[in-house]
C-alpha cells in the first residue's frame, strides 16, 4: 500500500523559494506517476503539474509554468516540489498525490497529508 | 483549457437525505470524470473514477454518472460523516489535466 509522507511547514518571505518534499514507502517511485495539487485557504483544489506517465515528462499547469520544478529522487523514493518568486498569493496547503488509471483514465488515489506554506514578509 | 461548474456551490441536508451534485464541463471529455471527498484539514479523498467507477472502500451509496458535458455525484441516504466538500475534476485533456470543479460543501440542515 502506497504511502506519502510530506515534509512540514514552511514560513517563506516574498521573492523566495519553496522545496516541498515527499517520500513514497510501500512502493517504489518508480512505479508511481507523482502530481502535486494546492489549496489557498478557504479556497478549491489547484492541479499544478505531475508525471505523465505516457509520455514520461513532467507537465506543469500553464499558471505555474516558468516557476515550478517538480523532481524526483529515485535514490530515495522522494519527490519534490519547487516554486519560486513566491508571493502572499502561493499561501496554500501543498499536497502530493499519485496518478492511477488505465485506458487513459486517471485519477489520483493516494494523497499526501499536506504541507502548509505561508509567504509572509 | 477545460473548464469546470459544479452545482449548486453548498447545500443543507439532513441524514438520510438523497443528494444530487452537478458537474459541467465547458466541452465534452468523454467520460474522463473523477469525484472526490474532502473534509475539513484532511486531504481529499477519491470517491468515483471515470464517471462512475466506485472506487475500492467507497460506500455503496455514492454512485456516479454522465458523460460528455453533463455529469452528477449522488449521495443515496446521507451519513453523518458524508458532511464534507465534494469536488469534481476532469482528466481529459492533458494541456490542463486534471482541473478541478469549484466544489460542493454539503452540510448539516
Known amino acids: 500500500q502506497v504511502q506519502l509522507v510530506q515534509s512540514g511547514a514552511e514560513v517563506k518571505k516574498p521573492g523566495a523559494s519553496v522545496k516541498v518534499s515527499c517520500k513514497v514507502s510501500?512502493?517504489?517511485?518508480?512505479?508511481?506517476?507523482m502530481h502535486w495539487v494546492r489549496q489557498a485557504p478557504g479556497k478549491g483544489l489547484e492541479w499544478m503539474g505531475g508525471f505523465d506517465p505516457e509520455d514520461g515528462e513532467t507537465i506543469y499547469a500553464q499558471k505555474f509554468q516558468g516557476r515550478v520544478t517538480m523532481t524526483e529522487d529515485t535514490s530515495t523514493d522522494t519527490a519534490y516540489m519547487e516554486l519560486s518568486s513566491l508571493r502572499s498569493e502561493d499561501t496554500a496547503v501543498y499536497y502530493c498525490a499519485t496518478v492511477a488509471g488505465t485506458l487513459s483514465y486517471y485519477y489520483m488515489d493516494v494523497w499526501g497529508k499536506g504541507t502548509t506554506v505561508t509567504v509572509s514578509s | 483549457d477545460i473548464q469546470m461548474t459544479q452545482s449548486p456551490s453548498s447545500l443543507s441536508a439532513s441524514v438520510g437525505d438523497r443528494v444530487t451534485i452537478t458537474c459541467r464541463a465547458s466541452q465534452s471529455i468523454s467520460s474522463y470524470l473523477n469525484w472526490y471527498q474532502q473534509k475539513p484539514g484532511k486531504a481529499p479523498k477519491l470517491l468515483i473514477y471515470a464517471a462512475s467507477s466506485l472506487q475500492s472502500g467507497v460506500p455503496s451509496r455514492f454512485s456516479g454518472s454522465g458523460s460528455g458535458t453533463d455529469f452528477t455525484l449522488t449521495i443515496s441516504s446521507l451519513q453523518p460523516e458524508d458532511f464534507a466538500t465534494y469536488y469534481c475534476q476532469q482528466s481529459y485533456s492533458t494541456l490542463a489535466w486534471f482541473t478541478f470543479g469549484p466544489g460542493t460543501k454539503v452540510d448539516i440542515k
Open positions: 510501500g512502493y517504489t517511485l518508480t512505479e508511481l506517476s
